[in-house]
């Protein structure tokens, strides 16, 4: 422990990191000290992340050197080796928790993959909960966690293995005031707990900064500057800190900047008001989203709403708008109730969401006008009004610009305006600066200003930054669907003798919470002495060191966590159990190729017994169905056209006659070659009958004699006596569809934890890319033979296609193809990013060599060129035989064995070359 | 004015169409890569299959029997034992093996009637069924002209002319593009429908444009006439310009008659497209929903309808493209006219109200 604090816990020379042509860190170089507690600051965009994950060793080095922990973070061995002690959690609320999974078994996962045993787990896992305050919560799905309280779950998942230096990537951002002090305190008292640990945190919040003990300001992918909260503000000569990293930005970037100055507020003469809700109340089946809410916003103010993600902000500004009907209570827009139908309010509305939420894919021209129509306005003056917003929202440069290369700050303008275009008498804006560089942000808060002030538009924006919050004229602090208080800045400030608006509303929010927190609170003092005993002498090594290479421990974590993640995903497991299910019956049922029930009818022109006995050799057989003789050509047209008939016949007049006398006479057919297949299988059928009459009469007219001097070709259709396609077919369908989903869901879930961001699990946690890879395969493994099952019954009993060899090899082979799919698909998936692109993918890359390359129509012996290649290598051509072989051809063990082997070394081949793709850093 | 509203918003959704390259290429390939290679790379009922040959006679009758298997039917046949002909065909080697026993060409001589044997792997269904007729005519050709020295013919003489109406020379590449145009007008009306409302879910904008005075049905619509627009015109320039132009395809009945089923059929698929969006909610599970696509199998498209159990003949009433497929069969290939196809144009017609209604209903409760 001492001598890391003497050397510096992190250090980096020259680092560099680029993203295609984007720089995201441009050679910058520091020493960050240890056992400290060390912000970054800046906006987004600048680096932060980017520097974060590659000191967690989640992203691979680029260029420059870098040092963690004493050890050169290039050197695999050295990650390998300082991994266990430190913790990352990434940016993003909940961004590497598994949000189906409970509170529990979340950092029941964590601890697993740090190779804990149960009774230390438990021990653990006990503390953390109880010291978070998260115990009482311990089975609640992550996913319906308040922002604040996924991130104390983040930290306990980071905490679980006491690492030595943990790093926090923007771990507040979006929770409300109290929650982010409570984390606070919490981190406060663990590294009271651990004083050698090293805290690394990134921050959008300045007035957090401030407490930090060293600060590293970053802009555009450079260090500004270093040094204390105190250094930097006496540095700039500044007051704050937000002042001070606009102090510090170059030159060119802050020559725009100017303070906001929003005049005071004067109240309308009218004293009507734009906005009143009454008692607004809003629920959700039991839970109460927006509870028993009243306000009213006078003409030409900006009102704040502050609160923390969930609190009940977005459903509020949703029933003012009519998008949702209150449940209770009123909203009034300039007196008028709000009706949901009434499309005449919405006109007098704009509406900024949170998130960017104009179409990318139309250029900023588009966008404005796209929204300028659908308001109505009157199409001769769209042009001129699109010209006006872009001047006042300074867009002018831009307006053929797709939005998705603007700037974040240049985007917020460019939503501001198309809120704007119709010419709103009332501004809703949803968090409209998150993310936003100081100086834009500045920028925006001016316009709004004069909008209200100028414009007299009244102005209702939601925020959780405080330093925002004081610029409005009034504010309501809201929290758990609640408003706790409306006034102005001054007034909340004053009536809690608060010295900060911050304060303030911490000061609210315990008071509306009671009792039910402050128990967190109390039981402040004992985590320390139910935390694992002695742990601060055995570090760096945790404390139940495993194997570094193999645990088994954490490659069932992996096996776990996605058995409970596909049972709780019902489109997932239906997919995975019935999928294969489903598509066997399709083709079951569709692709028969057995032809029967054919419809015929005759013209018969002679009708003579003679000819009566030719049509009834063929109304006879099984295969057609007689229906109603033709009267003339046009009838035969007709009937022909609409499909009614197959196939119809045509007999001479004067057949029979001449058949007596042994003249020549031509029977017409006219077959239906709409569906050619069908077609040629009438042909022959009618052919073959044709021929037997024939042969009949003329043995009936010559005698026996005819036949002296023939041969005979008997055909023996073995395996399929009855040449049934079912029993042809379904043998051969069962490996396609064992292979395609299979290997779909198995791509899918690692390239879900790509999109989702939990494959940073796999980065800074010591799980190997093996565990990893087979501790995920392993339940698809298990799903497949379940279908591999269901498949087998449905081929026996429902298509009642006799199975004749011996099913433990069919069972066993089974197995190991399936291993080989699944195997397959983590293959696949280290070349994929997006699911839909997994799915897309899975299905051409699986799908076409089992069906064209592995025997299913033509013999792979009959194939050439790379063809013949791939089907040697593609496991579906060996299953196939063993398919075939124990179902229709009595095969057992000995016959298939030259088919099992390539298919037990495909799995062992496959996964390892899925864990040699798989990255164990991000690129 | 709701058709304004309309207008523009499915304007949006071309525009945003245009820029999606996947998408783009999706539409590109169904409507003619695709349908270009289903119409040449149809197989043909035999090709390339693998005989053994079990000579016992090694008479120069049975020799020549032996040298008349050449591709493009068949592989140059494997000259084997009685011995190996059960492994050889367990392990799925030869589909075919024909055994010629001792002293065949003396017995027929002689008048004696000898029996060739040809096995057949009938687990191999496409091969194994046409396969045994052209082994079978094969074999005869070269035995009779063998004994053509011998014999005069005393064939009975009763033809049986055999004609193919609609499709002559029963020429499988034009089914083949036509069943592939047919299934990518409904894969293509469902993906394009599902995604450009997930799309707009994903991005947030759905959002956006509720609190405009727009409506739920109002979005609805536009993206259902600008995605069906687009698979119209692709469709037809498909059939038009790929079938009819370029694979020489003649179709026979009325152009306009088979774009106004199309019109239907698009007109359910979009809906049930969006529905389907709307159960998923995401992408992904959009696209794991599209693997059970191949449904469509069902309808008839590939393999008559005929041959299906009757309870799946009659679930499959239930689905649009059950009616499409004969719609379009009867119009493209054997030129019926309204007066054939009406039941299915009002089929068409109430299947599409009843899915539209049912997934404007979704819709409304997705928004909320």
Redo the contacts between chains.
Sequence with gaps: MNETRSSPAVSFEGLTLTYGKTVALDGISLAIPAGRMVGLIGPDGVGKSSLLSLIAGARAMQEGALDVLGGDMRDAGHRRNVCPRIAYMPQGLGKNLYHTLSIFENVDFFGRLFGQDREEREARIADLLESTGLAPFRDRPAGKLSGGMKQKLGLCCALIHDPDLLILDEPTTGVDPLSRRQFWELIDRIRADRPGMSVLVATAYMEEAARYDWLVAMNAGQILATGTPQELLQQTETENLDAAFIALLPEADRKDHHKVEIPPFEKDAHGDYAIEARNLTMRFGDFTAVDNVSFEIPRGEIFGFLGSNGCGKTTTMKMLTGLLAATEGTAKLFGKEVDPNDMAVRKRVGYMSQAFSLYGELTVRQNLDLHARLFKLDEATIPGRIDEMAQRFDLDDVMDVLPDALPLGVRQRLSLAVAMIHAPDILILDEPTSGVDPVARDGFWQILADLSRKDGVTIFVSTHFMNEAELCDRISLMHAGKVLISDTPQAIKEKRSASTLEEAFIAYLEEAIGDARDQSAEVRPQPQEAAPPAKDEIAPAPSSFVSRYFDPRRMLSYTMREALEIRRDPIRATLAVLGSVILMFVIGFGVNMDVEDLTFAVLDRDDSSISRDYVLQIAGSRYFIEKEPISNDADMDRRMRNGELNLVIEIPPGFGRDVLRGRGVDIGGWIDGSNPQRAETVSGYVQGMHAAWVSAQAREALGRNVTQGDFGLEIRYRYNPDIKSLVAMVPAVIPILLMMIPAMLATLSVVREKELGSITNLYVTPVTRFEFLVGKQIPYIVLAMLNFFLLAAMAVFIFRVPFTGSFAVFTLSALLYVSAATALGLVISSFMKSQLAAVFATTLITILPAVQFSGLTDPVSSLEGAGAFISKLYPTTYFMIVSRGTFSKALGFGDVSSALVPLAIAVPVLICIGTLLLKKQEA | ?LS??VV??GI?EL??LS??VVMLFLIIFSFTFSVYSAATSA?E?L????IAIIDEDLSPLSGRIATSFYPPYF?KPGMITHAEMDRR???????FALSIPPN?QRD??A?K??????????????????G??Y??SI??GE?SEF?QR??AS???????????????E???G??GAITSIMNSITMLAIVLAGAALIRERE???I?????????PMEIMVSKIWSTGLVVLVASTFSLVVIAQGILQIPLQGSLALFLLGTVLLLFATTSLGIFLATV?GS??????????L??Q??SGA???R????EF?QYIMLAAPNTHFV?LA??IL????GID?VWPQLVALLVIGALLFSLSLRRFRAFL?
Excluded: C
Aim: glycine share 6%.
């Design positions: 004015m304004s509203t523009q918003l949006k525009r945003g820029r999606d197989p009922t090709n390339r299959a693998t592989l065909m367990d392990e799925g080697l030869d589909t065949f027929l001589l008048g009637s000898p029996v060739i044997q040809l096995n057949v792997d009938a687990t191999r269904m496409t091969q194994a069924f046409s045994g007729g082994v079978q074999v005869s035995v004994l011998y014999r005393t064939e009975l003489p009763v033809d049986l002319t055999l004609r193919a109406r609609f499709n002559p029963l020429n499988k034009w089914f991005h947030g904008t959002e956006h444009l509720l609190v405009m005075p727009v409506t998923s992408m992904p599970q959009f696209g794991l929903m599209l693997v059970l191949p449904l199998v069902l590939s393999t008559p005929e041959s299906m159990p799946v004969i069969q009867a290939f054997r030129g019926a054939v909320k």
